[in-house]
């Protein structure tokens, strides 16, 4: 088969990775101009189930080496002491098998493994879908149309190819009642290794060291109706109204937001479509069943959503009748699962009061001195993201022919 896939971020290059190793021939579009890696990105988790996929890629060595290395994280409150733990502590329950890495890297790490036997285009959309008995005729932004057997939409929360199938965005994107803001400063603090968060009603400020010697990065989580806020300009200026009120460092994180060219801000949304597939297109990643950036473990259902697509079409003999249906069946739970953690996650990242600010710092306070199943259990957010991929069957790579 020749197979279109829209995006090369982390669903993009794992599914051209395992569908090409069974034999096909892949062309990626990416709307970027070149492999959207900057100096990192977002941090973002592979639990459990995606580790084991990437393991399966052979690119655990290289993920392993990439992975953020953080000493502590200290909470910092108005008006009250500091408290500051291990960030081993912290993230104990997360998974017995945990990278945290940056998703530049990652994507870096996986345009690496596919490059030589993938066909990449940057600066590419996919302006139209044409399906018919054939296959899918695919118009590019380059002008170019060409038949493909198979499309598949890896692009991200936004998808293009999502918008072209199954209509406008507003349709099935469900917001989470919070904000999330994204960009980088020089790192006036010196924070090493460190992680600093300051936490108030509403409003959550992480600060966190990238790769970049000397440059630090701001996450701004906050609560607010739901508005699109869409121009670059009147985002910054919401960030600034909300965060007016903020002591500490905020004030001097703000000032370097005019001139940080890496600005995010997005709300905190899931994308709930009952199905994401539709004759020979469907959806992988965020693009399908996003469960909401920073809440859900989307990075790792993307990776294990690729893998699973993969191998249902090798499983069914390439015929996407059959592999696309169990796909969504093989990730049913798991999608299910990943829509109830956001919202109880944004719950916890983001206080609603101040007893919940100070309910915090005393669990981080209380987390050392309790035993390791405990601490496990206390920051596994109700066996949250990593349970929610464990039930999912990763079929034996011998199942993919390869
Ligand atoms: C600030 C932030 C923090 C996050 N933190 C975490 C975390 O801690 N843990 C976690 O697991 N996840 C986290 N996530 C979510 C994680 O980044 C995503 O779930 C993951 O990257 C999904 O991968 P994907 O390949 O499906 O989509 P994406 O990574 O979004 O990639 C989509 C790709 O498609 C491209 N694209 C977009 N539109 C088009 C188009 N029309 N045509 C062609 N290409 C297009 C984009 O440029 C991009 O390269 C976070 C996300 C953000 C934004």
């Avoid at 937001?257 to 994401?276: E, K, N, V």
């Avoid at 953690?341 to 916890?348: M, Q």
Wanted: aromatic share 6%.
């Amino acid at each position: 088969m020749h197979v279109l896939i829209s995006g090369a971020s982390v669903a993009g290059p794992v599914l051209a990775y395992w569908l090409h190793r069974n034999g096909h021939r892949v062309t990626v579009v990416e709307r970027t101009p070149e492999l959207r890696v900057g100096d990192g990105g977002q941090a973002v988790d592979l639990l459990g189930p995606a580790v084991e996929v990437i393991a399966r890629m052979g690119l655990l060595p290289q993920a392993e080496a990439a992975r953020t290395s953080t000493d502590t994280m200290t909470l910092i409150r108005p008006g009250r002491p500091d408290v500051t733990i291990d960030a081993a502590q912290l993230l104990a329950g997360i998974s017995d098998r945990h990278i945290e890495i940056m998703r530049g890297d990652l994507a870096r790490i996986l345009f690496d493994a596919t490059r030589e036997d993938v066909t990449y285009t940057f600066g590419t959309t996919i302006e139209r879908l044409q399906e018919h008995a054939g296959g899918v005729d695919a118009t590019l932004s380059d002008g170019t149309t060409a038949t493909f057997d198979l499309v598949v939409g890896a692009d991200g929360l936004h998808s293009g190819v999502r918008r072209l199938v199954f209509g406008p965005e507003e349709g099935y994107s469900h917001f989470l009642g919070g904000y999330l803001a994204v960009f980088s400063v020089p790192d006036f603090i010196g924070l090493d290794e460190r992680v600093l968060g300051y936490n108030t009603v509403d409003r959550a400020v992480a600060l966190y060291p990238t790769r970049t010697p000397g440059r630090a990065r701001v996450v701004i989580l906050f609560r607010g109706p739901r508005s699109e806020h869409r121009d670059p300009a009147a985002q910054r200026q919401l960030l600034r109204t909300v965060c007016a009120d903020l002591g500490w460092e905020v004030p001097r994180l703000l000032a370097h937001l005019d001139t940080a060219d890496d600005f995010y801000l997005d709300s905190i949304s899931q994308i709930r479509l009952p199905s994401w597939s539709r004759g020979r297109i469907t959806l992988a990643g965020d693009a399908g069943y996003g469960p909401g950036p920073a809440v859900g473990g989307g990075s790792s259902l993307a990776i294990v959503g690729a893998y699973v697509l993969a191998s249902e079409l090798a499983a069914a003999g390439d015929d996407a009748s059959v592999a696309f249906p169990a796909y969504e069946r093989a990730l049913a739970d798991a999608v299910a699962a990943s829509r109830t953690i956001g919202p109880s996650v944004l719950a916890t990242l983001i206080p609603r009061s101040d007893l919940q600010v100070w309910t915090m710092a005393q669990a981080m306070r209380l987390l050392p001195r309790l035993p390791r199943f405990l601490q496990r259990k206390l920051t596994s957010f109700g066996g949250g993201p990593a349970a929610m991929l464990n039930g999912v069957d990763l079929r034996d790579p011998l199942v993919l022919r390869s």
